[in-house]
Each structure stands twice: as structure tokens, then as C-alpha cells.
């Protein structure tokens, strides 16, 4: 487990240190902290990943990896916060790779969980977005609620980008459709290459 505490910067790092996994906290009084995951060897250590953003985690909360359900993010209090979802099999392991993926595995080694599937702003080197899977934008530089926009892979194939009425979460229509929907070579996946 780890705490979110301002006087304890433990994180869990990639092999080669790039990226962390950990708490950050939202504001300079260390009152409320993001659990998430940034770029660890440069000196802006830029957010690309984040759990919690809607609901930030007050002082004293913990995000526990259990063999159950994976990741989960509790205040000081004992209640749930945010979980990486109910994981069929049982939990074995995870790891933060160098690519920035947080992985959860099953005995077996496969993967159950991973922050690549569950995207909130950022897409990485390497990382896709499958079909249904949506990008948003954060609200501001420090609030990392969801924001107005929206990129979506549709059902379809087409990649859209769209606007959202906040705070009511209804979706306008797209103001920019990529057009990948062709009945013949419809899109299946959007993949951030490193061509």
C-alpha cells in the first residue's frame, strides 16, 4: 500500500525510473492528493495517468493493491474512493512498466487491469485506444476532473472528437469526425507509434 502523505514521497517506479505510480498532492496546503502516474526523470514531472480526478483523495487516504479487486483507493476513514474494477481471477501481481503502463496480472501472468485500457487525458508511446475507450480533456491545468472534450473511437470505427455539457455529462455532437467508419476498412484502433 501507499499513503498519501506530503512528508512520505514513497512511489513505485518503472525499471528504468521514468515513470511513478503514487500519490501527488493538488494543492499547496498537502490537504487533497491525486493518485497517479507521472514522469518521474525530468524536472516537470508531467501527470499522464490519474485515478481520482473527479474525486480527489483528502490527506491520509491509501490505494491498496488487493488480490481481489486489484487497486484500491480509500480515505482515512476506511471508504472507498476509486477501484480499478472487480477483477475476475485472482490478483498475483502488478508492476509499472517503462512505457508507463500499470499492469495488474493473474497467476498465470496475463493481464487483468491496465491503466492503457483505462486512459483519462494522456495517450503514450506504444499505448492504443480500442473501441469505445474515450480521451478527455482535464477541466484545467490543476483540475483534473473531466473536462469539456472528448476523443472516442466509436462503435463504428469512426474517431470523433466531441464536447460534453458540464456539469450534466450530455454529449453534443461531434465537431470533427475522422471518417474511419467505411463499411469495408472500418477503424478498430487508434495507436499513438513511434514513427
Known amino acids: 500500500s501507499l499513503p498519501a502523505d506530503a512528508s512520505n ?11 511513478a505510480f503514487g500519490f501527488r498532492p493538488l494543492d499547496e496546503t498537502n490537504t487533497t492528493f491525486l493518485l497517479c502516474i507521472w514522469y518521474a526523470d525530468i524536472p516537470d514531472r508531467t501527470i499522464v495517468w490519474s485515478a481520482n480526478g473527479d474525486s480527489p483523495a483528502p490527506a491520509g487516504s491509501t490505494v491498496l ?5 486489484g487497486l484500491v483507493l480509500a480515505n482515512p476513514q476506511g471508504s472507498e474512493i476509486w477501484r480499478s474494477g472487480q477483477l475476475s481471477g485472482g490478483v498475483t501481481s502488478a508492476s509499472l512498466t517503462d512505457s508507463g503502463n500499470f499492469v495488474i496480472r493473474a497467476r498465470n501472468s496475463s493481464p487483468l487491469w491496465e491503466t492503457f485500457g483505462n486512459p483519462t487525458d494522456t495517450i503514450l508511446p506504444s499505448q492504443t485506444l480500442g473501441r469505445g475507450i474515450i480521451l478527455s480533456s ?45 463499411a469495408t476498412d472500418p477503424g478498430t484502433q487508434l495507436a499513438f507509434d513511434y514513427i
Open 65 to 69: 493493491l488487493s488480490g481481489t479487486v
Open 138 to 182: 482535464r477541466r484545467s491545468e490543476s483540475d483534473f476532473s473531466k473536462g469539456r472534450f472528448r476523443l472516442i473511437l466509436q462503435g463504428d470505427g469512426n474517431l470523433v472528437l466531441t464536447t460534453v455539457n458540464l456539469p450534466t455529462e450530455q454529449v453534443n455532437g461531434a465537431y470533427y469526425a475522422a471518417g474511419t467508419n467505411s
Open 9 to 19: 514521497s514513497t512511489a513505485w517506479l518503472s525499471p528504468s525510473n521514468e515513470f
